[in-house]
C-alpha cells in the first residue's frame, strides 16, 4: 500500500513557475513508477509525465513539453514536478500516482493522491 500526498499548489500568473511535490509513505517507493496527471473542470483525468522508478526515464505529454520536468528522490520518498512557464490552460487539479509499470494511461496507476490545484491567472 502506498500513500501519496500532494503540496505545492496554488495561483501563479501566466510565465510563472511552480514546483509540486508529492511524499509517499512506505518502504517500496523506490519500486514504483511515478507519474503526475491534471484534470481541469469539465474535462478527462490528463497524463503529464512520469518518471521510472530508478529515475534514470522519463516522458512528458506534447502539451507540457520542454515545460515541465519530474524527479524523485528515493530517499525522501518524494516525487517532484517542476512547472515553467505557466498558461491558463494548466490550470487544473495536479495529481501524483504510482505504477508498477510504466504507462501513461490513468488505469494503470495503482495508488494516487487526493490532488492539489494549480491556478494560473492570465
Known amino acids: 500500500q502506498v500513500q501519496l500526498v500532494e503540496s505545492g499548489g496554488g495561483l501563479v500568473q501566466a510565465g510563472d513557475s511552480l514546483r509540486l511535490s508529492c511524499e509517499a509513505s512506505?518502504?517500496?517507493?523506490?519500486?514504483?513508477?511515478m507519474g503526475w496527471f491534471r484534470q481541469a473542470p469539465g474535462k478527462e483525468r490528463e497524463f503529464v509525465t512520469y518518471?521510472?522508478?530508478?529515475?534514470?526515464?522519463?516522458y512528458s505529454a506534447d502539451s507540457v513539453k520542454g515545460r515541465v520536468s519530474i524527479s524523485r528522490d528515493n530517499a525522501k520518498n518524494t516525487v517532484y514536478l517542476q512547472m515553467n512557464s505557466l498558461k491558463p490552460e494548466d490550470t487544473a487539479v495536479y495529481y501524483c500516482?504510482?505504477?508498477?509499470?510504466?504507462?501513461?494511461?490513468?488505469?494503470?496507476?495503482?495508488?494516487w493522491g487526493q490532488g492539489t490545484q494549480v491556478t494560473v491567472s492570465s
Open positions: 512506505g518502504r517500496t517507493f523506490s519500486s514504483y513508477v
Open positions: 518518471i521510472s522508478s530508478t529515475g534514470t526515464s522519463t
Open positions: 500516482a504510482a505504477a508498477r509499470y510504466i504507462g501513461t494511461r490513468p488505469g494503470a496507476y495503482n495508488y
